[in-house]
């Protein structure tokens, strides 16, 4: 039977009633790769797998949680939504408001979002406004605005994000039999590891799954609140999707590592920028930079002997690399140039 979507494939682990419509862009059903070049490059000894959630209709992981979150407004008599982002919320959410055929409004920081995810939510048809200021602040004003003008947020305040976020640690579990030993993520407004704590341990409390991983969340060093026990006034960091300094589930991911024996930590924007390289070089896969601030803490963790030997490992990649053109372009080299001769060609070709 061909895929349906999170809401019908997961609905009885969704608090949606029967008769709710699924406003669904067949999202979901992402794959689970194997890599084993990548675990190689980092001298990782177990399985280690990435969850590609770019493959999501909207290139990120946010497409989990916005059909459950636009579903239900809908269902409500919701005519249209609000959020504040960095890009894959205001891509994601213009593009189920669509299917919907309600309306978007959507707040941004002015120059901190990345083009590809902008570009996105503009197509869509979504009402954009950039604030002089920071995601945190567009937050405030969004919260706010939906106060006075009855009007749904759909950020990962909305409760319904979280829980269609939690539908990928199913669809992990239901691949590989089990849970992994670890899995590692990006943390940025950390709705993402909150929901994926929830996943397992929803699973774990249904008992078909025996035991729990532990969760590895990863801030960039310029928006690392939850490591730094304090709210970052100015966030920065290349990693525009987690270039964020007062987490909205900022107690969901303490809990999640906490209850889990897991971590949160930051890495370098240096370190996440070698890892995006490597995991593009090793695997094929080209993933934003916030993605790779999971496989930069393992990296890390790697190096420093601090994970198990043949542990199962699960790192979530959050959004496609064609989000933030930007980065890619600006890390390229312009390739030498030559005549039009097959000898010259093969000469710069080094073959």
Not at 45 to 58: D, F, I, W
Not at 243 to 254: D, H, L, V
């Amino acid at each position: 039977m061909s895929w349906r979507g999170v809401i019908e494939e997961f609905r009885s682990h969704l608090p949606l009633d029967a008769n709710v419509e699924a406003i669904t862009l067949l999202e979901g059903g992402t794959p689970l790769i194997d890599a084993p070049r990548l675990a190689e490059a980092l001298s990782i000894s177990g399985k280690l797998y990435l969850k590609y959630e770019a493959a999501n209709p909207t290139g990120s992981f946010k497409d989990r949680g916005m059909t459950v979150a636009i579903s239900a407004a809908v269902a409500n008599g919701a005519d249209a939504v609000i959020c504040a982002s960095t890009g894959n919320t205001s891509a994601s959410a213009a593009a189920y408001a669509a299917r919907a055929g309600i309306n978007a409004f959507v707040v941004i920081p002015e120059g901190k979002v990345a083009l590809g995810k902008l570009s996105q939510a503009m197509a869509h048809g979504a009402t954009v406004v950039s604030i002089d200021g920071g995601f945190d602040e567009a937050l405030e004003i969004v919260t706010e605005l939906a106060r006075q003008c009855s009007i749904i947020v759909v950020n990962s305040i909305n409760p319904f994000r979280i829980q269609g976020q939690k539908t990928a640690a199913f669809e992990i579990c239901n691949e590989l039999g089990q849970a992994p030993d670890y899995h590692f993520l990006p943390v940025g407004n950390a709705g993402n590891i909150t929901a994926y704590w929830m996943g397992y341990q929803e699973y774990h409390k249904s008992k078909l799954i025996g035991s729990l991983p532990r969760m590895m969340g990863f801030q960039a060093d310029g928006a690392a609140p939850i490591v730094l026990h304090r709210i970052v006034p100015d966030p920065d960091t290349v990693a525009t999707a987690i270039r964020i300094g007062n987490p909205a589930s900022w107690k969901g991911a303490e809990r999640a590592r906490d209850e889990s024996g897991g971590v949160i930590e930051s890495v370098t924007d240096d370190e996440i920028l070698q890892a995006y390289g490597i995991l593009a070089r090793t695997e094929g896969i080209f993933a934003e930079p916030a993605s790779a601030a999971g496989i930069a803490g393992l990296k890390k963790l790697g190096e420093l002997g601090r994970l198990a030997a043949s542990a199962t490992i699960v790192c979530t990649l959050t959004g496609h690399g064609l989000k933030d053109p930007t980065t890619a372009t600006s890390l390229a080299v312009s390739p030498p140039t030559a005549p039009p001769k097959v000898e010259a060609v093969r000469e710069l070709l080094g073959i």
